[in-house]
């Protein structure tokens, strides 16, 4: 291993630890009772509740929508780990999206995980996830049944470079990293 390659060993050793106590405090933070949302999807009205199915732990991905190109490359890589993920917990992707729009674009990308649509609901609003203009920001939110009680476990953002997104590393190897794909791909 260089001494460039054992710096970067070492920095990512260092942000690891930083990233589990702001975890913990983040997962505080967020934490609380979950209220009885209901979604549409194409088959009909959804209640967070049904989301688990079987399942004691759910992940909620907070996506902008079709007209975000990295929500839509964070649901490319969620896409290839479903299989893992649904093996531990339940996994819904909520857009604003209306179920149609949702459905074709999911098609169309090969899309293998559920999509409700939060359209009309406060969910966004009321885990975090608007900006000061109202729009949907793009993050996850964990639930956990505890009886009969759904509860928010902790949630987190997304934003280019994040550790949500595989490819942002790779990209990082390229002369202009992620910034160069941000240029390509910007949106208001």
């Not at 199915?53 to 975000?68: A, E, P, Q, S």
């Not at 209306?98 to 459905?103: I, M, R």
């Not at 409700?116 to 885990?127: E, H, I, L, N, P």
């Amino acid at each position: 291993m260089n001494r460039h390659s054992a710096r970067i060993v070492d920095l990512q050793r260092k942000v690891h630890a930083a990233r589990s106590e702001l975890r913990q405090a983040l997962a505080e933070e967020a934490s609380g009772e979950a209220k009885a949302y209901a979604f549409e999807t194409r088959d009909g009205a959804v209640t967070l509740a049904a989301l688990f199915g079987d399942k004691r732990d759910l992940f909620v991905i907070h996506n902008m929508g079709t007209h975000c190109p990295s929500c839509t490359m964070w649901a490319d890589g969620f896409s290839g780990l479903y299989p893992h993920i649904a093996d531990r917990a339940s996994f819904v992707v909520a857009s604003p999206d209306a179920p149609d729009v949702q459905a074709a674009f999911a098609a169309a990308r090969g899309w293998r995980f559920p999509m409700v649509s939060a359209q009309g609901t406060s969910f966004f609003a009321d885990m975090g996830f608007l900006n000061s203009a109202g729009r949907p920001m793009p993050g996850v939110s964990a639930f956990q049944k505890q009886g009969g009680t759904i509860m928010r476990v902790s949630a987190a953002g997304f934003d280019t470079g994040d550790d949500y997104c595989t490819v942002w590393r790779l990209f990082d190897l390229l002369p202009e990293g992620v910034d160069g794909w941000r240029a390509r791909h910007a949106y208001g």
